[in-house]
């Protein structure tokens, strides 16, 4: 029954294939009919081939590094799509490694105290995003909320700010940042900012505040003037209300600005890597920790790769959780109700 | 406690003054409404009481304090915003405990207080409602709540109706006034709703082009209008107005002639003079006999009808040429005519009508102060005069 079933069912089919059967087809151009006769497979399909194309460029440098940092150390010179090595086979022996290496993600912190760098970079990049937030949200507020004379010229200069390569400021900066000061003194042992957090969060702060600037004053200039004027009778000054009633329900702009700047801090090479001397005690950030394993005579790619995946993994949590905010904060942002 | 004065209050913006030497003395739980048309300065009026807006010039005290310079919060105010405003990140309880919580209540008397809120806005057992879950009637309810917890000396409220349809805007406006019965609180209220300033207000205030025309009670208002803006603006449908000048016989234009001594009520032959009669004052001249002073009749033809169920307008034309126009009170040839429902006239009917003499308005025609309200006949003697108060 089942089976006459099936076949009747093969028999329809075929039929459907068969509506011009005379002409003999290879198979791009059948499929070439078909797509004309229904656009939108083509639509699917080129759907598809895109979505797998940039999920292919995105995440497979991620493969790549993974299989890197589980190849034994004397196999690095010949990596490929599996980490040299590797048996599925030594599985049955009961080495459940397979012939890889997983145990470098434990090297990563005995060799170095890469935690230590981790928790710097943690920490610079927070406190950089809560200064950003605190100052951003003020200029947004004026920029968004408030009329004055000169607002668009001050706008602009602020986003010119922004156009600079940070390279055109770091010899300055390096330079002021070595110079003793004596005011700093009771709050630095040297009184210079160098190999301290203050000189990577000040650069950073104001290197990625407007681009904050410019999305915070999106999204306060669309909250209605009615409650921030209900917020201000109900008992809050101007400043109460942008922090009890307008950051809240901007909360997706805020959102994103947030995570873009603490994921731009947390990835932020250049200035990380030359405003500390490299050691960890001296609040060097990752990117001194990953490569305080390339020693005078040898490179521990292997090492360095999961160095570099255990420290994307904070940033990796922290857009998946606030996805959804950002999503809707990077496209809210543009449509006003 | 709780009066709010306003001396010489003048807010200007760039191009325009939106408020012009504003005076007002609003006593202690008085409801006083602000109406007017849009634009004409009476929500900035209410922005500059609540301290959203500086005044430009002049002082505002609120219980007898000089408030000019002092922040909202500090006023001893609370505001229902015609858009509502309540805070949509949080819920009934959280908004209406908003000002409490910030001036550090302790957690009883914040609970008792909002019970005891929203229990006079009839709204139990929604305190964990988020405002979006609400109608809008329940939304209007949680803002009054919002603003009567923190027992405030004057409640402002801007057009908080405004946004309601028309039977919750009914319904929330008798709530209104029980609610002012029951707490006994000043309330400043915005509108341009004439049917609300009408019938909650102790006093209306109307405003136009940011000039306070006349504060007085509601009725007084409708009957002795200062000046022919608040005549019109009063009353739906608006008073008939006739230009004319005064001769030795009384009043006189090319359709209309309402005899009186001119001496009487003070105006000089050969002025201008706009006399206004409202649509309920004009009688078909067989009532004649019920009023106890009528004109004398003036043949009319009825051209177009509107019956409205409790009574009937009626377009009258006083000449054979006029056409109804849209705007009745500024057309010297036509009379808008109200009558009783059970009326059998038609439509192109000939008949006379008559006005009721003690509820004729004269204006002078190029200030439009009111003159007088009510005219005698030349042969009695002359009625009270009205005491124009006018600001120009």
């Given at each position: 029954m089942s089976l006459e079933q099936t076949d009747g069912q093969k028999v329809y089919t075929n039929d459907d294939d068969s509506e011009e059967p005379e002409i003999d087809r290879g198979l791009f151009e059948a499929w070439a009919a078909k797509t004309i006769k229904n656009p939108k497979r083509t639509y699917k399909a080129l759907f598809y081939t895109a979505t797998i194309f940039f999920l292919v460029t995105t995440l497979f440098p991620f493969y790549w590094l993974f299989m890197v940092a589980l190849t034994p150390r004397r196999n690095l010179q010949d990596v490929g799509l599996v980490p040299s090595g590797f048996d599925p086979s030594l599985l049955a022996q009961g080495d459940l490694t397979m012939g890889t290496n997983p145990g470098v993600f434990l090297e990563v912190f005995t060799i170095i105290p890469f935690h230590r760098y981790m928790f710097n970079s943690f920490v610079i990049a927070t406190v950089t995003t809560i200064v950003v937030i605190i100052v951003a949200s003020l200029a947004g507020y004026v920029f968004g909320r408030l009329r004055f004379p000169g607002k668009g010229p001050l706008m602009l200069l602020v986003l010119i700010v922004s156009f600079f390569p940070p390279a055109a400021f770091f010899i300055p900066l390096n330079d002021l940042f070595n110079t003793n000061i004596d005011i700093l003194r009771p709050i630095l042992a040297d009184g210079s900012l160098y190999n301290t957090p203050y000189a990577m969060v000040v650069p950073f702060s104001a290197i990625f505040m407007p681009l904050s600037i410019f999305i915070l004053t999106t999204f306060y200039s669309q909250i209605p003037d009615g409650l921030e004027d209900a917020a201000r009778i109900e008992g809050t000054t101007r400043l109460g209300a942008l922090f009890r009633v307008i950051m809240p329900l901007s909360a997706p702009g805020v959102a994103t600005a947030g995570v873009l700047t603490f994921i731009a801090v947390y990835n932020e090479f250049f200035f990380s890597f030359l405003m500390t001397d490299g050691s960890a005690d001296n609040w060097a950030p990752i990117v001194d920790g990953i490569l305080q394993y390339q020693g005078q005579y040898e490179v521990l790619f292997n090492v360095m790769a999961a160095a570099s995946i255990v420290g994307v993994l904070p940033v990796a949590i922290l857009v998946v959780v606030a996805q959804e905010k950002i999503v809707s904060g990077l496209t809210a942002g543009a449509l006003k109700e | 406690m709780g009066n709010v004065k306003l001396e010489h209050m003048t807010k200007r913006y760039d191009d325009v003054t939106a408020v012009d030497d504003m005076n007002l003395d609003i006593k202690d739980g008085e409801f006083v409404t602000f109406v007017g048309p849009s634009g004409c300065g009476k929500s900035t009026t209410m922005e500059t009481i609540a301290g959203l807006t500086k005044p430009t010039e002049g002082t505002i005290s609120i219980s007898g304090r000089d408030v000019t310079n002092l922040p909202p919060k500090d006023r001893g105010i609370s505001m229902v915003f015609q858009n509502i405003a309540l805070f949509p990140h949080m819920d009934v309880f959280d908004n209406i405990s908003f000002g409490l919580r910030l001036r550090k209540y302790d957690d009883e008397e914040i609970q008792r207080r909002v019970d005891r809120a929203a229990d006079i806005v009839q709204l139990e057992n929604m305190q964990d409602r988020m405002p979006e879950e609400m109608s809008g009637g329940q939304r209007q309810r949680v803002a009054i709540a919002r603003a009567i917890v923190r027992n405030p000396d004057v409640f402002l409220m801007d057009e908080p109706l405004a946004n309601l349809d028309a039977k919750l805007r009914v319904h929330m406006r008798t709530e209104l006034q029980r609610l002012h019965k029951e707490l006994d609180t000043t309330i400043i209220y915005v509108t341009h709703d004439q049917a609300e300033a009408m019938t909650m207000s102790d006093r209306i205030a109307v405003i136009n082009a940011g000039k306070l025309q006349q504060i007085d009670p509601p009725l007084v208002c409708y009957n002795e209008p200062a000046n022919l803006f608040v005549a019109g603006f009063i009353g739906s449908p608006s008073m008939n107005f006739i230009e004319g000048t005064i001769t030795d016989n009384g009043f006189e234009s090319e359709y209309v002639t309402v005899d009186f001594d001119p001496s009487t009520v003070g105006v000089t032959v050969g002025s201008s003079i706009t006399l206004g009669i409202r649509p309920e004052d004009v009688y078909e001249s067989s009532k004649a006999h019920t009023l106890a002073d009528p004109t004398v009749a003036m043949p009319v033809t009825t051209d177009v009808l509107e019956p409205m169920g409790d009574e009937i307008f009626i377009y009258l034309l006083?000449?054979?040429?006029?056409e109804t126009s849209m705007d009745t009170a500024q057309a010297n040839d036509q009379l808008l005519m109200s009558t009783d429902p059970d009326s059998t006239l038609g439509e192109d009917e000939q008949l006379e009508v008559v006005l009721d003499r003690s509820k004729v308005h004269l204006f002078d025609?190029?200030?439009?102060?009111?003159?007088?309200?009510g005219i005698a006949d030349p042969a009695v003697a002359s009625e009270s005069e009205a005491e124009p108060s006018t600001d120009d």
């Open positions: - | 006083l000449s054979e040429a006029a025609t190029a200030s439009g102060t009111a003159i007088s309200h």
